[in-house]
């Protein structure tokens, strides 16, 4: 079915059928009601590819998803599903490109084969070579997360700093003195992931603020990781009574680590951090922390590029989340007190 066979049963031209389905001119009300008619009576949907090239447009956007793990952590799906949920409220469609490695011809092709209206980046390092590309060529973009630099950019991100800042704070209140950072793998750390390094900062001067004494490790994203790394914390420093983190996929490890060493939460030993919500209410006892909006920040990632997209002059905007911290189950006085 094409816009021909419209035409003709509707008794009108084809031009002003295609008035009718781009708005681009006025047509008699009689007349559209007519040709919709017809429409609706053939269930005619426009050529996506034909209207993208009247428009201008792909209606699609670029979701590039992390380049340093084997896998999608929950955390970083959920970004994923909330993206793909906002893209389609807006009826567009959404291209996933990874990025790193052996897939940087992936990202290259987003960039300059005129596939996307716009991109959305995810898992981003201080200093990111995608986003320096993007830069460059142009083409609308909102990063989830933020480089060193992030001004003239439009981007979401979670005030890591502050929130493991605010976590070592509610555990120095509660007695605790001596505190372990539990981060994200090595890889991403030395790769110069931004939450990783923001983690750390905010508990570097936190624990100094309080007068604590401070570990901080990395640990794979994977509960086995997490297992090893808190079984290996415990022996080198059995001193430790609370962990801060933010590997909300190593927690079910950290839990088992726990609980084979005889400790329990929050008797013998307080975990706090940041992850999103069913995580931190899937630990045991449930787990006080920051929790994740992962769907809000993937819909307003949305919202900031189709706004980008729209009006290319408009200033670059961002939203930094600080939520509150929930207190649950899994911390309390430190031991002794």
Known sequence: MNIGEIARRA????????????????????????????????????????????????????????????????????????VVEAAARADLDVLLSPSGG?????????????????????????????????????????TIGRTAEPDGMCWVDVDFTGLVARCVHH???????????????????????????????????????????????????????????????LANHPEITAIVTINEAALPGVQRALADAGLVVPRDFSVTGVAARHWAEEFRPALTAADLPTHQMGAEAVSLLLDSIATPDKPPRHRLYSPPISLRDSTGPVPGR
């Open 11 to 82: 008794g009108v031209s084809r031009s002003t059928v295609s008035y009718v389905l781009s708005g681009k001119r006025a047509v008699s009300e009689a007349t559209r009601q007519r040709i919709q008619a017809v429409i609706d009576e053939l269930n005619y949907r426009p050529n996506a590819s034909a209207r993208a090239l009247k428009e201008g447009r792909t209606r699609t956007l670029g979701l590039v998803i992390p380049p340093a793990s084997k896998w999608l952590t929950d955390m970083q799906l959920g970004f994923v599903a909330s």
């Open 171 to 233: 555990l120095a209140d509660l007695g605790h003195r001596h505190i372990a950072l539990v981060n994200r793998s090595a890889e991403l750390v030395a790769s110069g992931y931004g939450p990783g390094h923001r983690a750390l900062a905010g508990f570097t001067t936190a624990v100094a603020d309080r007068g604590l004494t401070g570990v901080d490790v990395c640990c794979g994203d994977d509960p086995p990781a997490g297992q090893a790394c808190v079984e290996e914390l």
């Open 102 to 142: 052996d897939h940087d011809r992936s990202f290259e092709r987003i960039v300059t084969g005129r596939r996307v209206d716009g991109v959305i980046l995810m898992e981003i390092r201080l200093e990111d070579d995608r986003v320096t590309r993007l830069r460059h060529c142009g083409l609308p973009f909102v």
